[in-house]
Every structure is written in C-alpha cells, then in structure tokens.
C-alpha cells in the first residue's frame, strides 16, 4: 500500500488494506516514511481495519535515520509487525545492526544490495533478519541462489524485492520454490512473494501466461524456462520511440 499525501490517508490506506483481506492476501505491507507521526496513525488504522490475523509489514524505503528508525519502531511494535523494512539508507550497515538489536520487529533490507558480496556485509554485521535481493538487479536467478544459500548459512530469511516486469515476477516464483527451508520443523512457513498492486502493465501485459493471485496465492507456472512466454504485442505497444 503506497500513499500520496491527501487527506484521511489513515482512513483511505485502511480501506485499501481490507480490500486486499477480502481478495484472500493474509499478508500485506505498507509504506512509511512521510512522517513518524503520521505514520503511526496510519499503522494503527490498516491494523485495527483488518484484525490481527493478517500479518502486517511496513517499509520505509530509507526514510529515515537511526534514532528515528528507533522511534517508529518503538511506537508501533505493539501493532504486530511482521518485518521492518529498510528503516535506514542502506550503507548504513552500524545503524542496521543497532537498530535490530533495540526492536522486537524483525529488520529487512537488501533490495539495494548486490551480488554475494554486498549480501556478506549485510549478514556479517547482522544488519537484517530477512534478506531481500531483487533477481534482476543483484547477480541474476544463479547469483540470488547462491545470496539464498549464504543466507541460509547465517540462518537469515530470504523473501526476494520482487518489482517491474512479469519476467520479473515469474522469475521470483521460480526462485522462491527453489529456495531451502529451515529444517526440523513439521509444518514450513507458507513461502511468501511480494506482488505490489499497483498499476502496472508491463507486469500484467507483457507475459503470458498474466499471474493473477487467487485467494491470495499464485500459481508457479510450470512451462519450461521461467514458464512464461512475452506478449510481443504489448512489447511493441510500450517500446521506446
Ligand atoms: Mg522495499
């Protein structure tokens, strides 16, 4: 859920999110970032729209600094808040760190971050709790698996920053089933995949088969390669002239 800045936001953003409860999503993540305050307000009103079984996530895309971080953190834990991502810019890996040890809220991060490298600072500082590459801007579908073993090594999540075209979402569903879960547990997590729902055609023209949630779940297309196929019409329509 993004915001522009209106009037009765909190009201509007809580309407949006019960949208989403009533398509089947039973997680959804909102952005912060316009202000502590208001911020507040506006978790508190998604929170109490949609009730205490949808986990919620906040973003606040690098909004912020530390003890800012600290402060939206501390004011909203009693939310339930499933992750808090990119509290800080994201060179910061100290404030990461400090930050992750002062809050109960799992810290995410990563969608900046590339190649196996740049995760190795991210996981040795202990900056996050869920590792959050994007397939096509670090290292690709190989480099990512080898982001989701070395996460998995420092006993780190990954949920992968999904964004942009159909081939971008399909090759995170690919990746996602792909990726090993923590072991001696009777029942996994469901696997979780971010799928923003905002307008956007060239991620729900430009391949076929579209993905198309339902009940709040996708289907993982099993054609060979990354399963889908490009639309070349919708190509030629959002060609660059
Ligand atoms: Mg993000």
């Given at each position: ?59 606040a ?9 600290m ?9 339930q808040?499933?992750w ?42 202990q ?41 971008a ?22 696997a ?25 779940r ?9 399963g ?14």
């Amino acid at each position: 859920m993004y915001f522009t800045e209106t009037e009765s936001l909190s009201k509007k953003l809580a309407q949006e999110a019960l949208g989403y409860k009533e398509q089947g999503f039973d997680a959804m993540k909102m952005k912060v970032g316009l202000n502590i305050e208001k911020d507040i307000e506006n978790v508190k009103a998604v929170r109490q729209a949609i009730g205490s079984d949808i986990d919620l996530m906040i973003d606040a895309n690098h909004a912020y600094s530390l003890t800012e971080a600290m402060k939206l953190a501390r004011a909203v834990e009693s939310y339930q808040i499933s992750w808090f991502e990119e509290p800080v810019s994201p060179e910061y890996y100290s404030s990461y760190s400090q930050l992750r040890k002062t809050t109960s809220i799992p810290i995410a991060g990563g969608e900046c971050e590339y190649l196996r490298f740049g995760f190795l600072h991210l996981f040795q500082q202990q900056c996050v709790d869920i590792a959050q590459p994007d397939i096509c801007a670090a290292g690709g579908l190989t480099e990512v698996k080898r982001i989701a073993d070395m996460a998995y090594t420092f006993g780190v999540d990954l949920v992968p920053h999904t964004w942009g075209t159909g081939i971008a979402v399909s090759a995170a569903m690919h990746l996602i089933a792909n990726i090993d879960m923590p072991g001696s547990r009777l029942n996994n997590a469901d696997a979780l995949m971010e799928l923003d729902r905002t307008e956007n055609p060239l991620r729900d023209e430009l391949v076929q088969p579209t993905f198309s949630p339902h009940n709040g779940r996708l289907q993982i297309p099993n054609e060979p390669g990354l399963g889908v196929n490009v639309n070349e019409d919708a190509l030629k329509r959002y060609l660059l002239k």
